[in-house]
């Protein structure tokens, strides 16, 4: 029995030589594409890293109700090593850090969940070193 498949759409549009906007569904988001940089917005590299930030806490919501996990915040943190030739993310580290009174076994269990079935998560980890923990706040 064939699945039926999501279908994702972004577009994006050059601004002018300082940076861009990408639209999707009644959002946008900024892009830094000038080749000198900019502080006020995420670049291509960034939005990457914020993707896999938001694949792990997504899931987190998405798993913690089936487990019965009682947690008051969650922040990730992610760091990437980017190599020149040719270029590619590396490596990317991240660290889960929960606010929960929960086990550190139950701590495990929710991570294993987020490397299960986190889509983003599991697009990077064949191509890329990707390694995290999950820490209590």
Do not use: W
Request: charged share 30%; proline share 4%.
């Amino acid at each position: 029995m064939d699945q039926k498949k999501r279908v994702y759409q972004v577009i994006a549009e050059r601004v002018d030589a300082h940076g861009s906007i990408a639209y999707c569904k009644e959002a946008e988001i900024t892009l830094d594409t000038d080749i000198q940089n900019r502080d006020d917005a995420f670049n291509p590299a960034e939005l990457l890293l914020a993707a896999l930030s938001g694949c792990i806490i997504k899931g987190i919501e998405r798993v913690a109700p089936m487990l019965k996990f009682e947690l008051r915040g969650v922040e990730v943190r992610v760091t990437g090593v980017r190599q020149d030739v040719p270029p590619k993310m590396e490596s990317v580290r991240y660290e889960i850090i929960v606010d929960s009174d929960e086990s550190d076994r139950r701590l495990e269990l929710l991570h294993e969940n987020v490397r299960k079935f986190g889509t983003v998560f599991n697009t990077l980890a064949p191509g890329t070193q990707l390694d995290g923990v999950v820490k209590r706040k």
